[in-house]
């Protein structure tokens, strides 16, 4: 790579850290499974990243050719130093980005999505538990016409048996 390309790859990896909201994602994890899984790539994406702001964005150091000169003699010299400004280092061209880019979108969408719902199922399960903690402390003086009140369904459900001479026999 280019010393411009490896540049630019850095930048972008920048800008992407500074996008990504780990806090974010790290509160929508329930299980340690996901949570180990989660530091581990945290990790490696901070791994590799670091990598990409340090190792590869520094220019190589220039070589000093008179040193080489005075040393191995002119000739032999000139010859690697012309083969190695022959050399071309082809420009990265990223064909995975466009490809994968809108199906990690679509997945952020989703996971969103997901994470709404989990929510909205996670207050209904608090209520229930609530609503079950409450009726556990009223079990042993409740009457039946009392709990009745709270699920009528049961009420209309011991009424048909009855009705129907179904006495579960």
């Known amino acids: 790579m280019s010393g411009n390309g490896v540049k630019k790859v850095a930048e972008v990896a920048a800008k992407a850290t500074k996008s990504i909201d780990w806090d974010g994602m790290a509160k929508a994890l329930v299980s340690d ?14 791994e590799v990243n670091s990598q990409l702001q340090t190792k590869f964005s520094q220019e190589p150091e ?12 002119s000739r032999l010299v000139d010859m690697y130093k012309e083969a190695y400004e022959s050399i071309e280092i082809p420009k990265y061209v990223d064909t995975v980005t466009p490809e994968y880019k809108p199906k990690f979108d679509a997945l952020l969408v989703e996971l969103k999505e997901a994470e709404k719902q989990s929510l909205k199922e996670s207050a209904r399960l608090e209520k229930e538990i609530a609503e079950v903690q409450e009726m556990k402390k009223k079990i042993s003086t409740m009457t039946a016409d009392e709990y009745f009140e709270n699920h009528p369904e049961l009420k209309q459900k011991f009424d048909d048996e009855i009705r129907n001479d179904n006495w579960g026999y």
């Open 33 to 46: 499974e996901a949570r180990k899984e989660f530091a581990n790539l945290r990790r490696a994406f901070d």
């Open 62 to 73: 220039p070589i000093d050719w008179e040193y080489y000169r005075k040393g191995i003699g």
